[in-house]
C-alpha cells in the first residue's frame, strides 16, 4: 500500500503519513472509461448556442432587384439569396446540444484510473488542513512555493467549500481549486500536481470507493453507458 508524507504549508514535513487506498490509486485504468467521461464532459460544457440566418430569417430582400429579362445580368428574384453579399447562410449553423450521457460507475472508475496515473507519475502531494483568514493571491503563492509548486500546474483539492480559499487561487492561472468529492476526471488530468488537503484525501477515497465501481473494471465501459446519467 502506498503512503504519502504530509507536508506542513510551510514546506516541512509534519511527521505524519497517509496511506493510499489500492482500490483507488492501483487499479487498473480504464482509458477507454477516460475517454467517454472527458469526452461528455467537455461537450456537456459547450453551449450549443452558434446561429446563422437563412434566407427567410436576413432582412431586405423583399422586392426583385430587377427584371427578370433583357438587363444583361444574371435572373434575380431576392437580395437575400445566399449568392449575394448580406443574403442567408446555407446549412449554417443551428443552436442545438451536444449532450452527452455516461453511467456514474463509468466516471467513478474514470476517476481513479486518473489518480492511478497520477500516483504512477509521482503527481500526488498531501498538505496539511489549512485555512486562509481572508482573500489574498500573495497567502496562496506563498504556500505554494514552500511546496515547491509554484511553477507545476497544480489542483488543489479542499474537503469541502472554502470561499477564501477558491478567492485566493483565482487569480493564479496554473492553480484550480476543487472540492475534492466535486472533482471530475478532467480536473484530475488537467493538471501535473494534486495537492491534497489531508482531510480532503480521505473525503475522497471514501466517495471512490463506496460507489462499486470495482464491479466494471475489466468490462468494457461503453455497455455502462446506455440509460445512465448526464455528465
Known amino acids: 500500500m502506498m503512503q504519502l508524507e504530509v507536508l506542513k504549508t510551510d514546506g516541512t514535513k509534519s511527521g505524519e503519513t497517509v496511506e493510499l487506498s489500492p482500490a483507488v490509486f492501483e487499479i487498473e485504468p480504464s482509458d477507454h472509461a477516460i475517454y467517454q467521461t472527458v469526452t461528455a ?3 456537456n460544457a459547450r453551449q450549443g448556442t452558434h446561429k446563422t440566418k437563412t ?6 430582400g423583399g422586392k426583385k432587384p430587377w427584371k427578370q429579362k433583357h438587363t444583361g445580368r444574371a435572373r434575380s428574384g431576392s437580395t437575400r439569396n445566399p449568392i449575394w453579399s448580406g443574403g442567408g447562410t446555407i446549412f449554417g449553423p443551428q443552436p442545438h446540444g451536444y449532450e452527452k450521457k455516461v453511467n ?3 466516471k467513478t472508475l474514470a476517476k481513479k484510473s486518473a489518480l492511478t496515473y497520477k500516483a504512477r507519475e509521482s503527481g500526488l502531494v498531501v498538505v496539511e488542513d489549512f485555512s486562509i483568514s481572508e482573500p489574498k493571491t500573495k497567502r496562496m503563492v506563498e504556500i505554494l512555493k514552500a ?3 509554484n511553477e507545476k500546474k497544480v489542483l488543489l483539492l479542499l474537503s469541502g467549500h472554502d470561499k477564501t480559499s477558491y478567492l485566493s487561487g483565482r487569480n493564479l492561472p496554473d492553480l484550480f481549486v476543487r472540492n475534492a468529492v466535486g472533482a471530475s476526471a478532467y480536473d484530475l488530468l488537467n493538471s501535473e500536481v494534486i495537492l491534497f488537503q489531508k482531510s480532503a484525501l480521505a473525503n475522497l477515497q471514501n466517495e471512490l470507493t463506496k460507489t462499486g465501481a ?3 473494471v475489466g468490462k468494457h465501459p461503453a455497455a455502462e453507458t446506455r440509460g445512465g446519467d448526464k455528465e
Do not use: P
Request: hydrophobic share 45%; no cysteine; net charge negative.
Open 104 to 106: 456514474e460507475k463509468v
Open 147 to 149: 511546496l515547491g509548486l
Open 55 to 60: 434566407r427567410a430569417e436576413v432582412s431586405g
Open 214 to 216: 470495482d464491479d466494471i
Open 41 to 43: 464532459y467537455l461537450a
